[in-house]
């Protein structure tokens, strides 16, 4: 499968058979390259790096990066990291940096490479379900800035995405439903029948074929729409209070939200905000509810968490003039971006999921 934007094309390549197109593709798609540098985390330096070295021709000339594990890493004093060891180690233009982690080394690696010398080519190897299914797909790259969400980023695609289900394997499970959360959403925001299907079996029966599924629905999204100009803003569906909490969160508790968890109490928050802007009807709100209820962590929505949020909200990239501007439900695999929300409507919203919350839990 290839993405394609203006400017550039790249394959998705998926395996479970043993074949190894990594050692394929780079001997023939990044030629004249002298140096190839891996960036790695703690943890996927332990457990991913061994075989993925498998992967490659014996003795292949690799350069390991790690950073620290973890959303608070998503900055820009990792990137400075990375840019010290690449000059240390005189990378150049035709270097490539292979990113071999979750989110946060796709998109810390994704930046790093995409303004290092103004831009080398960079390769992701997702090895979470959150960066397989969504992180690593549609050239989104970005960190965060005094616990803001993706505040300082870039559009730039990778030269190709490469996906080992293997790497799951290596997963506790909730970092599988952290994942599970981006899933879910694709199908709301896209495919109704693929939602309740993900909400059916869970988690941790998934298969290559619901991975390749959401791949492909961000994928058809960001070949229309690239620069987020329009339709891409779909995929924001869940994000913006989902964002606000999991800042909130990682400035407030010692065990923070995991992004998917956060935006699954956001896509709660945002269907809320759906019937209350009179967009979707209520059978299709509680329908969709009920099943998040299934996946939703009970978190603490205090009034102090909700007035931080509302703040955290209006200082949005997405906001305009302290407006957020949200992507609501008009119904199950139908969304409308640029709607502007009330703070206070916001503040409603939020109060009606802590009911929620109480209820069912």
Request: with cysteine; net charge negative; aromatic share 8%.
């Amino acid at each position: 499968m290839t993405l394609q934007d203006s400017t550039l094309n790249h394959p998705v390549f998926y395996d479970e058979s043993g074949a190894h197109p990594l050692a394929f593709f780079l001997e023939y798609h990044v030629k004249g390259s002298e140096k190839i540098f891996v960036l790695v985390d703690e943890n996927t330096h332990e457990h991913c790096l061994p075989s993925f070295t498998e992967k490659l021709p014996e003795d292949y000339p690799i350069h390991v990066i790690e950073m620290p594990a973890g959303e608070k890493h998503k900055s820009l004093e990792t990137c400075q990291l990375i840019w010290e060891q690449l000059t240390n180690e005189f990378a150049d233009r035709r270097s490539v940096l292979i990113n071999l982690g979750g989110g946060v080394v796709c998109d810390v690696g994704g930046f790093a490479a995409a303004v290092y010398k103004r831009g080398i080519r960079f390769i992701h190897i997702p090895t979470t379900l959150m960066a397989m299914a969504d992180a690593s797909i549609g050239g989104k790259t970005g960190i965060d800035l005094h616990a803001l969400k993706n505040i300082v980023g870039t559009f730039q695609q990778p030269i190709g995405v490469f996906v080992y289900p293997a790497f799951l394997q290596t997963l506790p499970e909730r970092e599988l439903f952290n994942g599970f959360a981006e899933m879910l959403k694709h199908g709301i925001i896209f495919d109704s029948a693929y939602f309740y299907h993900l909400a059916k079996t869970g988690p941790n029966t998934l298969t290559i074929d619901d991975i390749r599924i959401s791949v492909e629905i961000k994928s058809d999204i960001v070949q229309k729409d690239p620069k987020e100009q329009g339709l891409r803003k779909i995929l924001n569906f869940g994000h913006t209070i989902g964002h606000a909490l999991e800042t909130h969160s990682l400035r407030n508790d010692a065990q923070p939200l995991l992004h998917g968890e956060a935006v699954i109490l956001g896509m709660m928050a945002e269907l809320l905000l759906s019937e209350r802007k009179k967009l979707a009807i209520q059978t299709d709100i509680d329908s969709l509810l009920a099943h998040l209820l299934d996946y939703v962590v009970l978190y603490d929505l205090s009034d102090a968490c909700i007035d931080s949020v509302i703040s955290l909200c209006a200082n949005d990239k997405k906001s305009i003039n302290g407006v957020p501007g949200f992507s609501l439900m008009r119904k199950p695999g139908q969304i409308v971006p640029g709607v502007e929300c009330s703070l206070q409507m916001i503040r409603e919203s939020m109060v009606e999921l802590r009911s929620v919350l109480l209820d069912n839990h």
